[in-house]
């Protein structure tokens, strides 16, 4: 089993950048599958990124493409997401989330554990 706590979160303008951090307990970090989600309010969770257990194969939202980063660190048991020119849109809440899966995933249905979410707000 796995804990996920993000951080940095945080009120932005348009066009910022953000980095959410996502830090697993445990000593098993590098066989997870992870990835991030977000919620916006009256909305589905949808999926953002994901990254494979080595962090060499990466897979985005079409419509993120070129504006967000995954990438991972697996001596520090974290996950990143780094987000460039925000837009208003952008505003959810992130979670990041684990998975055994041997492949990324982009189904919330795929993964097994959450972390609680971190908020992030773009302001216009």
């Known amino acids: 089993q796995v804990q996920l706590v993000e951080s940095g979160g945080g009120l932005v303008q348009a066009g910022g950048s953000l980095r959410l951090s996502c830090t697993a307990s445990?000593?098993?970090?590098?066989?997870?599958?992870m990835g991030w989600f977000r919620q916006a309010p009256g909305k589905e969770r949808e999926f953002v990124a994901g990254?494979?257990?080595?962090?060499?194969?990466?897979y985005y939202a079409d419509s993120l493409k070129g504006r967000f980063t995954i990438s991972r660190d697996n001596a520090k048991n974290t996950v990143y997401l780094r987000m460039n020119s925000l837009k208003p849109e952008d505003t959810a809440v992130y979670y990041c989330?684990?998975?055994?899966?041997?492949?990324?995933?982009?189904?919330?249905?795929?993964?097994?554990?959450w972390g609680q979410g971190t908020q992030v707000t773009v302001s216009s």
């Open positions: 989330a684990a998975t055994t899966t041997i492949r990324v995933v982009t189904t919330i249905y795929d993964y097994d554990y």
């Open positions: 445990g000593r098993t970090f590098s066989s997870y599958v």
């Open positions: 990254i494979s257990r080595s962090g060499g194969n990466t």
